[in-house]
């Protein structure tokens, strides 16, 4: 086995048509130079190298610390974790992601997710007091927010902070039970935990704010050496992420100083005046949540690199499996079946596009939190994108697992841990199914702006050319049909936009109409008029980042070296076909498609595999992945059956 990080991109780029190393660089962005530091440093040192398969949970979690603890003392990630640049910090989680989830989320914890609140949600005097003890690692911490009653309905928390106006303190409690913190990560080793809880302050409920809370005196202490009045209670073994410890943490009167609310958006005076920065209360409230957006943005990346990890490992082995074949011919590839191809490359071809445009929403989301301003249209972006990405990689591991065979539910070969791991991403950060209704409730506002403004902008822009334009709902179906011809328009980039947008704005459309049917004429419940719309506020939402993600594979195309455009058009190609084939039954419905159309994608996505076939080794060795991260013989070069 190689330690090298970029071992195997000479192994496959004579038989491509693109260079390797040109790829990986387009795909690292320009982070590439940290993320070969910190690939090589993951690939040469031996608390990485160690094989956690077979350990009990304690060693597990000791080897996960360990590793969390030497990354954060990596010069580089030093310097990230001082810097305010934000995609260095996601460019570092998704190598982290490569090797070990455990380690990834134990460091997002410990440092990044820590260090986030007190800098999203902190003042300029408490990041001076807080951030160089935690960048040093002095301390570690962990962020309690959910609670056995209450996760994604952030609001009802019920974990009070009531103000002491004698000892100007805060006094933490648990009321309930429900109200206990739950699935805490780093709660056995944390020193100080970022508690949301209800402020209290003469009487009145200000709704969750948060509060730095001492735990334990240092990280090597048990959870039974905790601080007075601080309960916690290990969850021990899990479905996954079994390095990581995670407890239930309960509080009784744990009193801490004034100065420990996290206050950039509001704060106590010493008699007990609560002095708000921001005067509306669902205006402060949603600025504090999205100062927490980030960590979404996060997750996406880290579920991208599971997507390519479990991709490198199948596509490898099919490479190199040989099953049946032609009489008296030896037997083929695996990679050769077209049933096989179906499986896998659509997935390469989506990976490749949610890769590109997870930079773009990093992007977007580092303008907000430069500007310092309100943007709801990028919070759901965010958002949305964490829920398709978290969702796809789940989807992705499954069927790669599936295509490696009896070899693949080896747990040395890294698949099922794979899967077991990233399950809870579809949890973590917000439950996807919620985060999709916060995507189409932003969506339902811009829509209604739009048209009180008669302009639509922003995401909605597209929309104009069907209230202000020359196509109309009813007329667009008809004017495409004129010109559509299925294996000719299906090759054309403008019009795999068309459709998708077409089919955007119906969606979104027909959703405003059902729910003011519901509301004004059925005299519903807004919520409960909500509540039964629920399934196609899925479908919009969906679309909506789809769309979103055709997009930006479109502008990167048109932005990449020439020298790549051939090999990248191929994958977007295959992306935009597999797209409109999985909605052929909406757009047959609308009559944009008839039975030849369907046939027709079919045909297309089938030889646009085999275009794939010739250059699938190449294209997963662009993805940069470490030998020593795969750790598994059947992904391996050199392995041999």
């Given at each position: 086995m190689t330690s090298s990080p970029t071992s195997s991109s000479t192994s496959s780029s004579s038989s491509s048509s693109f260079d390797v190393n040109v790829m990986r660089l387009f795909l690292d962005g320009k982070c590439h130079a940290i993320k070969d530091e910190i690939r090589a440093f993951i690939a040469s040192d031996p608390v990485w190298r160690q094989d956690l398969h077979g350990l009990p949970l304690s060693e597990q979690r000791?080897?996960?610390?360990?590793?969390?603890?030497?990354?954060?003392?990596?010069?580089?990630?030093?310097?990230?974790?001082?810097?305010?640049?934000?995609?260095?910090?996601?460019?570092?989680?998704?190598?982290?992601?490569?090797?070990?989830?455990?380690?990834?989320?134990?460091?997002?914890?410990?440092?990044?997710?820590f260090t986030g609140a007190v800098k999203g949600l902190g003042s300029p005097e408490q990041e001076s007091l807080w951030l160089p003890r935690i960048t040093s690692g002095q301390i570690s911490g962990m962020f309690a927010m959910t609670e056995l009653g209450h996760g994604s309905n952030v609001r009802n928390?019920?974990?009070?902070?009531?103000?002491?106006?004698?000892?100007?303190?805060?006094?933490?409690?648990?009321?309930?039970?429900?109200?206990?913190?739950?699935?805490?990560?780093?709660?056995?080793?944390?020193?100080?935990?970022?508690?949301?809880?209800?402020?209290?302050?003469?009487?009145?409920?200000?709704?969750?704010?948060?509060?730095?809370?001492?735990?334990?005196?240092?990280?090597?202490?048990?959870?039974?050496?905790?601080?007075?009045?601080?309960?916690?209670?290990?969850?021990?073994?899990?479905?996954?992420?079994?390095?990581?410890?995670?407890?239930?943490?309960?509080?009784?009167?744990?009193?801490?100083?004034?100065?420990?609310?996290?206050?950039?958006?509001?704060?106590?005076?010493?008699?007990?005046?609560?002095?708000?920065?921001?005067?509306?209360?669902?205006?402060?409230?949603?600025?504090?949540?999205?100062?927490?957006?980030g960590s979404r943005v996060a997750l996406s990346g880290v579920s991208i690199s599971v997507s390519k990890v479990a991709l490198t490992i199948a596509i490898r082995h099919a490479a190199r499996r040989v099953q049946f074949g032609p009489t008296k011919k030896p037997e083929m590839p695996i990679i050769s079946y077209t049933s096989h191809q179906l499986r896998l490359f659509p997935l390469l071809a989506t990976c490749y596009a949610l890769d590109i445009t997870r930079k773009y929403v990093a992007t977007k989301w580092a303008e907000v939190m430069q500007s310092d301003a309100i943007d709801r249209s990028v919070q759901s972006l965010c958002s949305g994108f964490k829920s398709y990405c978290t969702w796809f990689s789940l989807r992705t591991v499954q069927v790669s697992r599936e295509c490696c065979g009896g070899a693949g539910y080896m747990s040395e070969n890294r698949l099922t841990g794979l899967r077991a791991d990233a399950d809870i991403f579809t949890t973590f950060e917000g439950d996807n199914v919620v985060l999709l209704q916060q995507v189409g409730k932003d969506l339902l506002t811009q829509y209604q702006e739009g048209l009180a403004a008669h302009k639509f902008s922003g995401a909605l822009t597209f929309l104009n050319q069907y209230f202000l334009g020359k196509n109309s709902w009813f007329s667009f179906p008809f004017q495409f049909a004129a010109t559509f011809r299925p294996r000719r328009s299906f090759l054309d980039h403008k019009v795999h936009l068309e459709l998708m947008r077409y089919r955007q704005a119906r969606l979104l459309h027909t959703l405003a109409l059902r729910l003011v049917y519901k509301i004004k004429i059925q005299r519903k419940d807004a919520f409960l008029a909500w509540n039964e719309c629920l399934d196609h506020i899925g479908a919009v939402s969906t679309g909506h980042i789809e769309t979103i993600v055709l997009e930006r594979f479109q502008d990167a195309l048109q932005n990449a070296p020439p020298s790549l455009k051939p090999a990248l058009s191929i994958l977007y190609r295959l992306y935009a076909l597999d797209r409109l084939y999985q909605q052929r039954a909406w757009y047959l419905e609308h009559k944009l498609f008839s039975r030849d159309a369907g046939v027709a994608l079919q045909r297309l996505i089938a030889s646009t595999c085999l275009q794939v076939k010739e250059r699938a080794l190449a294209y997963v060795d662009a993805f940069g992945v470490p030998e020593s991260c795969l750790g598994a013989l059947l992904a391996q070069h050199n392995a041999k059956y």
């Open positions: 000791l080897l996960t610390l360990q590793r969390a603890q030497k990354i954060i003392q990596h010069p580089r990630v030093q310097e990230q974790m001082k810097d305010t640049d934000l995609e260095t910090g996601y460019s570092i989680g998704e190598v982290i992601g490569f090797a070990d989830l455990s380690a990834n989320i134990k460091c997002g914890v410990m440092s990044w997710l928390l019920e974990t009070e902070a009531i103000y002491d106006s004698i000892t100007q303190e805060f006094v933490i409690n648990t009321p309930r039970p429900s109200a206990r913190k739950a699935y805490i990560g780093n709660a056995i080793h944390g020193q100080y935990a970022t508690v949301f809880a209800k402020l209290i302050v003469q009487g009145k409920d200000r709704g969750p704010h948060a509060f730095l809370v001492p735990i334990r005196p240092s990280s090597s202490s048990s959870s039974s050496s905790t601080f007075p009045g601080i309960h916690i209670e290990d969850l021990g073994h899990k479905g996954g992420l079994l390095g990581v410890d995670n407890g239930i943490i309960t509080f009784s009167n744990v009193r801490v100083p004034r100065e420990n609310l996290l206050n950039r958006f509001a704060s106590v005076d010493p008699a007990g005046n609560y002095i708000p920065k921001i005067e509306s209360d669902n205006t402060r409230f949603n600025t504090m949540l999205m100062a927490l957006t």
